[in-house]
């Protein structure tokens, strides 16, 4: 699996699928609601794929393919590696979601889609879309999860992304200082939202030495009305001397003008796609001697939330599922070290051969 850019032209959409190794892609329009989605699953041996549905204004519909097809095979590796029997699928409405005043036709016309494949796809909240929102495709199929509590879902799930954050960093420590206690550790959280705010309260409370920054000045002001934390101007981020760096934020904050500035020895945070080039910054992060928890892995506790759901929502469960994160991180840092290879590309390793593994043993009577 890799980040670098994926690109599309005309009539290749066949031999994208193949290289990447998708099973389905499916197209949905609707005239009357104006719905153009696509939904696309890319590997079904560990279960129903399942992944979240992202509304976005998309710019052509080549940048709308690319994107389901990267981020459902993402999902793949996501479920994989935190020992989930699901497999990977994502799907995409092309629209702009803040304009869409009227949402029940247009999510009912899709829950009708999502339902027309059998449980082999379920949808779940992304960027654009909400919990209600869910409510709407659920009133049209059961094949949706990150339902509101009252419906029995499993409501917000940040906290179990946080606390999967929070263990996915003891680990690093642990493997990095031989220690995972982050009692004055210098730990740098880029972005208190969601997760972010929930991540803070988990290093406060073990008392980390904790400096927040974000764009945001209700979220800066809520973090510091609660707790004791220093506030980092957003550009003095590489400027400052931390023990880790958690981006909680956006994407690719590990790049080419960041990486020689980084002043930490552990990157652990819930963005999606920290490194801008996966094997690129990868590879530099070891020569900087930077230890690197894989963000599809730490920030699984969303997905593990999700699938508690489908099992009757518990959040204990969810929370104590969320603990295998802790020991496949450092499983994932040996055979990293051992290899000579990056912690993703480990990662990445080990996702494979699980779903090779149940594949075979799927083959058998
Ligand atoms: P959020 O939108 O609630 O929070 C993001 C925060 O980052 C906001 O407060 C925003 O103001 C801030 N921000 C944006 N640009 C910034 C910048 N340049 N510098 C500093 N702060 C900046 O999102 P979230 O739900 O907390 O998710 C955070 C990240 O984790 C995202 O990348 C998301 O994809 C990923 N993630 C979230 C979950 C989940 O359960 N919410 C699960 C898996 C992955």
């Not at 406060?204 to 920054?213: D, Y």
């Not at 980092?232 to 960041?258: H, Q, R, S, V, W």
């Not at 990293?336 to 051969?353: F, G, L, P, S, Y």
């Amino acid at each position: 699996m890799s980040n670098t850019s994926l690109q599309l032209t005309n009539g290749e959409i066949f031999s994208t699928m193949m290289e990447m190794q998708h099973e389905q892609m499916v197209f949905c329009t609707d005239k009357t609601t104006g719905l153009k989605a696509i939904i696309a699953i890319h590997n079904t041996t560990l279960g129903p794929a399942l992944g979240g549905t992202r509304f976005w204004n998309y710019t052509n519909e080549d940048d709308a393919i690319i994107d389901v097809l990267r981020l459902s095979r993402g999902m793949t590796y996501k479920a994989a590696i935190s020992g989930l029997n699901l497999g990977g699928g994502k799907a995409v409405i092309i629209g702009d979601s803040k304009a869409l005043a009227n949402r029940e036709p247009l999510f009912r016309r899709y829950g009708k889609f999502v339902n027309s494949l059998n449980g082999k796809y379920i949808t779940a909240e992304d960027v654009g879309t909400s919990t209600g929102d869910m409510e709407y495709i659920n009133m049209e199929t059961d094949y949706v999860a990150g339902k509101p509590e009252q419906l029995g879902g499993g409501g917000d799930p940040s906290p179990v992304t946080a606390y999967g954050v929070y263990l996915g960093m003891k680990a690093a420590a642990k493997y990095a200082n031989g220690t995972d206690n982050l009692k004055g550790k210098k730990i740098l959280v880029q972005g208190v939202g969601n997760v972010g705010y929930h991540l803070v309260e988990r290093l406060v409370k073990e008392e980390a030495i904790v400096m927040i920054s974000d764009i945001s000045e209700d979220r800066i002001k809520k973090v510091t009305q609660e707790h004791h934390v220093q506030v980092i101007d957003k550009d003095a981020i590489f400027e400052t001397d931390m023990d880790i760096y958690a981006p909680c934020a956006l994407g690719a904050t590990i790049n080419d003008e960041t990486i020689g500035k980084l002043k930490c020895n552990i990157v652990a945070g819930a963005a999606n796609n920290q490194l801008k080039d996966e094997q690129k910054h990868g590879m530099a992060l070891i020569e900087r001697g930077i230890l690197y928890a894989p963000d599809y892995l730490i920030n699984a506790g969303g997905l593990i939330n999700c699938y508690s759901e489908l099992e009757g929502y518990n959040r204990e469960r969810a929370m104590q599922k969320t603990e295998i994160i802790y020991p496949r991180a450092l499983e994932i840092f040996e055979i990293a070290a051992k290899e000579k290879i990056t912690t993703q590309a480990a990662a990445n390793r080990i996702a494979e051969e699980r779903i090779r593994l149940v594949a075979h043993i799927n083959s058998r009577l």
